[in-house]
């Protein structure tokens, strides 16, 4: 079973340089997450999908763009990199955001921006 | 959403019990607790989620009294590999689960 795929695994970014990071659930899910993990922190929500067709923001949008393409697969742009967004990458999905349901987490992403 | 406190940190050697508590004291009437564990260079993964009383599978326990404004998990005789960081989350709510800081368990052989 896939579960939650993201893409690229790593990735170095120059600083202004854009990147996409993709991601992609097969649980038919109608939520999808974006959350970033610094070292030794806690996951901070970037932002989240309810259902297709929406999004919303999280506790640290800034320098973030998504897009919810369809059920399937919400990804997250990064329009010009800077050293501060550094972390760990995790797509995540569930049920229905407003029931509690259990996430199911990606194995994350990577990224180092110089 | 309901605020969870939890240690930051805990120790424990193999073969204990280890019991990690979470404080809500903000819980609403229809939010569940749910607990989510993760290791190093991977993504949190589900636990345990209960209501109230007592809910048991095949890797932890959880305790909730009456009152339901703390929880307790429960992991039974404990090994290296449970090494990891424990989060408490309480939901539902108008947005997505906000995940802490969690409690980070070390085990000691």
Known sequence: NAGVTQTPKFQVLKTGQSMTLQCAQDMNHNSMYWYRQDPGMGLRLIYYSASEGTTDKGEVPNGYNVSRLNKREFSLRLESAAPSQTSVYFCASSADSLTGNTIYFGEGSWLTVV | ?109
């Open chain 2, 1 to 109: 959403l309901a605020k969870t406190t939890q240690p930051i940190s805990m120790d424990s050697y193999e073969g204990q019990e280890v019991n990690i508590t979470c404080s809500h004291n903000n819980i609403a009437t229809n939010d569940y607790i749910t607990w989510y564990q993760q290791f190093p260079s991977q993504g949190p993964r589900f636990i345990i989620q209960g209501y109230k009383t007592k809910v048991t599978n095949e890797v932890a326990s959880l305790f909730i009294p009456a009152d339901r404004k703390s929880s307790t998990l429960s992991l039974p005789r404990v090994s290296l590999s449970d090494t990891a960081v424990y989060y408490c989350l309480v939901g539902p709510g108008n947005t997505p689960l906000v995940f802490g800081k969690g409690t980070r368990l070390s085990v000691i052989a």
